[in-house]
């Protein structure tokens, strides 16, 4: 998808498309979860009412969540947040022609962030209040790496980088240009951070807060890559 050209329609039919996925794979996992469970039940009833909680009732939970968000695409968060289908394919239109930075399932231009593969995860800029990287690992094997962004709405995004050396390399220098370019962002994780962005945050359609340098209710301002 071009986000050069994108229409408000295509914006649209993008992001359906993306809970009809989701929605179908958990339509599959039901049908397996349904079969396991009349297989366990005949084996076992305590076996066969663990796969009837575990493997039936949450991809069901998953299929309705994901149906209703199919089915109901112009009224999800993202338009309510940050504008209507042809606010928001404007912002796309306009910030597809100015990229500050690419990477692997990230892209930051002069106005905002996303990953192209998920319109739902863009976010403005000028939105942007707290940033910091996560790292996991199992059995102290790394498994996986990124950047968790929040807005001023408290909405959060992951953006997952590839592991080692290069993958921390586009995160430091994503935060660096980020940091450039919205000096009000928060750099770094504390638990007085993430504190800090749920209390400031606001309801979409009040007032937006005056964009300037870190709210003092933060700390580590600037420690972008830490």
């Not at 039919?13 to 179908?24: A, G």
């Not at 993958?167 to 660096?176: D, H, L, T």
Request: aromatic fraction near 12%; proline fraction near 5%; glycine fraction near 6%.
């Amino acid at each position: 998808m071009q986000l050069q050209t994108i229409t408000a329609t295509e914006l649209i039919q993008e992001i359906h498309k993306k809970h009809v996925k989701y929605r179908t794979i958990s339509l599959v996992c039901l049908i397996v979860g349904i079969l396991l469970t009349v297989f366990f039940f005949f084996a076992s009833v305590g076996l066969g009412l663990f796969f009837a909680v575990v493997t039936v009732l949450v991809p069901l939970a998953l299929f309705f969540y994901f149906n209703s968000k199919a089915n109901h695409t112009e009224e999800l968060p993202i338009f309510k947040r940050y504008g209507t289908p042809d606010e928001l394919a404007a912002m796309l239109r306009d910030g597809g022609n100015k990229v500050i930075y690419q990477a692997n399932n990230f892209l930051m231009t002069e106005t905002f962030i996303l990953n192209p593969n998920d319109l739902e995860s863009l976010i403005p800029l000028s939105d942007l209040q707290l940033v910091y990287i996560f790292r996991n690992s199992t059995n102290g094997i790394p498994t996986d790496q990124g950047m968790t962004v929040h807005d001023i709405y408290n909405y959060q995004v992951r953006f997952q980088f590839r592991l080692g050396k290069k993958g921390r390399e586009e995160i430091a220098e994503i935060m660096r240009r980020m940091s450039l370019a919205a000096p009000w962002i928060v750099f770094g994780y504390s638990p007085q951070n993430v504190r800090a962005a749920a209390q400031n945050k606001i309801r979409p359609g009040d007032p937006k807060p005056v964009r300037q340098r870190p709210d003092a209710n933060y700390n580590n301002g600037q420690n972008y890559g830490q």
